[in-house]
């Protein structure tokens, strides 16, 4: 009875026994950039037309915050349940457990949200900090601080493989007092029933695209992170504690009207290791009107997408389950 009253408690989780083939990890298929080779910017453009995601090394964010922030963030994911839950239920910002967004989906994860914005007040955000004085806001500020700056010179190498006279294009969106970007700490706790009881792989965050531009993450050295290929099967990524992941957005994709494609991707809990990752969403400011770039069509291609705000992407966004194609209704061909 043990048994199965741990198998049904799992069985609200999504389990994967059976779905298309999932290749064995393999690091030669996953696109690697050295932010400063000569060649950059041809190398990130390849791999986002590609495959959508590539891995960035030498990448100028200092080891010491990416260690400060995940240890800030294990001491935190260490507390006694009912500790987190006094920064939650997300509103959207703040901690989360087990449900993602309103519509149903649901995850073996723990999370905080947290706003990138300063003029935006998150009542759950302040909790948080308060909780663990000083020292999570200097780890959080300190990473995104460098973080940022990386992602910035990523999106302008991205313009200049892409040959755009307007070097910032896409920087500029995340550089606006107004940007609606967000920063993500996902922990993945260990799950040894599903080993015992082998019933599958237990799913730690559903497959789906991200809806901003772009997507910056860095976990610790527990695998599970996987991305769908053109002929839908799944590789898994070998996880690097010391490099990052760069995810194509729904909204850049667009941008480039296709060249880019968006990357569906999944997360996987493991049964004896916890995942941490840490994501940084980088996205316009609400008002953003969202099209394909004229420079990067030529006179005879047409748009395959209507203009929308990027708040009216993100409202249909989250509206949305994890595995929907959110682009769709903005598709022209849709009608």
Not at 48 to 63: A, I, R, T, Y
């Amino acid at each position: 009875m043990v048994v199965l009253s741990q198998q049904a408690a799992l069985n609200q989780f999504l389990l994967i026994k059976s779905c298309k083939p999932t290749t064995t990890t393999l690091s030669t298929q996953i696109p690697e950039v050295n932010l400063f080779d000569p060649e950059a910017k041809t190398l990130i453009v390849k791999a986002c037309q590609e495959f959508g995601f590539f891995k960035l090394m030498n990448h100028g964010v200092p080891m010491e915050f990416m260690n400060n922030l995940e240890n800030e963030a294990l001491r935190f994911f260490k507390k006694t349940q009912s500790e987190k839950d006094k920064t939650g239920p997300p509103d959207p910002f703040g901690y989360g457990s087990k449900r993602i967004g309103f519509n149903g989906d649901v995850g073996w994860v723990e999370y905080l949200l947290l706003t990138t914005n300063p003029d935006i007040i998150s009542s759950k955000s302040e909790i948080i900090f308060q909780q663990n004085p000083e020292n999570f806001r200097y780890a959080v500020e300190g990473y995104l601080g460098a973080v940022k700056r990386m992602c910035y010179e990523v999106l302008e190498l991205m313009a200049d493989g892409l040959g755009i006279k307007q070097r910032n294009v896409f920087s500029r969106l995340l550089k606006d007092e107004k940007s609606d970007s967000c920063f993500r700490i996902n922990h993945y706790p260990p799950c040894p029933e599903v080993q015992a009881l082998n019933i599958g792989n237990l799913v730690g965050f559903g497959e789906h695209t991200d809806p901003q531009i772009i997507s910056v993450l860095r976990s610790n050295s527990t695998s599970g992170l996987q991305i769908c290929l053109r002929d839908g099967s799944w590789v898994s990524v070998p996880p690097d504690h010391t490099s990052f992941f760069i995810n194509v957005g729904d909204t850049l994709q667009v941008m480039t009207n296709g060249k880019f494609k968006s990357v569906k991707h999944r997360v996987l809990a493991d049964t004896t290791k916890s995942r941490l990752s840490m994501i940084y969403f980088g996205g316009p400011p609400l008002s953003e009107k969202i099209a394909p770039l004229p420079s990067l069509m030529s006179k005879e291609e047409e748009s395959l997408y209507k203009e929308f705000t990027w708040c009216e992407y993100k409202k249909a966004a989250y509206n949305s389950r994890l595995s929907d194609n959110r682009l769709e209704p903005f598709e022209k061909s849709s009608g």
